[in-house]
């Protein structure tokens, strides 16, 4: 039910977020998706949970939706769980939108990102990339065989860092999180160390007990089970994984 209590939050907080940033415009569109958002989320359409809610660009969907379900959340001890097209939008969500409206809340809670397995690096495919390099095997480049990892042969910098990363890993000194890597990565040295869940062998990998991305996951899991955080961001179609994660909310 959408208590007297939780719109004049919801309120509060919209003002508090208003004030903190002085190009912030009311738009009767975007009240209009936060008091519907409410509504569905505090259950006041009965056996109708679900919204479907479409805006075009410059609305403000995201404080929109956050301004709406996370007041609702806190006060129902429940979870919001976000899923985005773009990486883009998860950061602008993790570093401005996020914070403003916890901010405006007042509360400390803090937020987590579930990153889509091709954000992390593939052991199993890492350690095996050196040898799959064309210029180290007896295939020729331009016959690479069913299992090259490499769709393009790897420049001298290219294997220059996959070899890095290698050392990296094996002295516990990279987390496997490619946006961590302080290096810029090609599109070739990101399609060759990162794994697709098509062709990912899961626990019946080698390398599954240190796999960057199942504890990464095993991780936000755990928290999520024993209470923490009140939300998490994963990208929309990042994989098997994120069904677990948004039936833990
Ligand atoms: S479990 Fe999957 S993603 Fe992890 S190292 Fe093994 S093959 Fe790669």
């Not at 916890?102 to 400390?108: E, K, Y």
């Not at 294997?159 to 990279?174: D, G, L, N, P, T």
Request: glycine residues 8%; aromatic residues 6%; charged residues 25%.
């Amino acid at each position: 039910m959408l208590t007297e209590e939780i719109k004049a939050v919801i309120r509060a907080t919209t003002d508090g977020v208003a004030a903190a940033r002085p190009g912030f415009r009311r738009r009767r569109s975007q009240n209009l998706l936060i008091a519907e958002i409410a509504k569905t989320c505090a259950g006041e359409h009965g056996a109708q949970k679900h919204l479907i809610a479409e805006a075009p660009t410059g609305t403000g969907k995201s404080l929109g939706y956050l301004l709406s379900a996370y007041p609702v959340a806190k006060a129902t001890q429940r979870k919001v769980v976000i899923a985005t097209a773009t990486v883009a939008l998860q950061e602008q969500l993790m570093a401005k939108e996020i914070p403003a409206v916890l901010a405006a809340m007042g509360v400390s809670d803090r937020p987590m990102l579930a990153k889509g397995r091709q954000r992390y690096v593939c052991d199993f495919r890492l350690f095996q990339a050196p040898a799959s390099n064309p210029d180290q095997t007896d295939l020729g480049f331009d016959d690479p065989g069913d299992d090259a990892l490499w769709s393009t042969k790897p420049t001298a910098d290219e294997a220059r860092m996959v070899e890095s990363m290698i050392a990296k890993r094996k002295a516990h000194q990279w987390t496997g999180d490619m946006d961590e890597w302080p290096e810029k990565l090609t599109p070739s040295v990101q399609e060759a160390v990162t794994c697709p869940a098509s062709q990912c062998a899961a626990r019946r990998c080698p390398n599954f007990s240190t796999c960057a991305f199942y504890q990464a996951r095993g991780a936000l899991q755990g928290q999520l089970d024993c209470g923490q955080p009140e939300s998490a961001i994963g990208r929309y179609g990042d994989g098997a994984g994120d069904a677990d994660l948004a039936g833990a909310q």
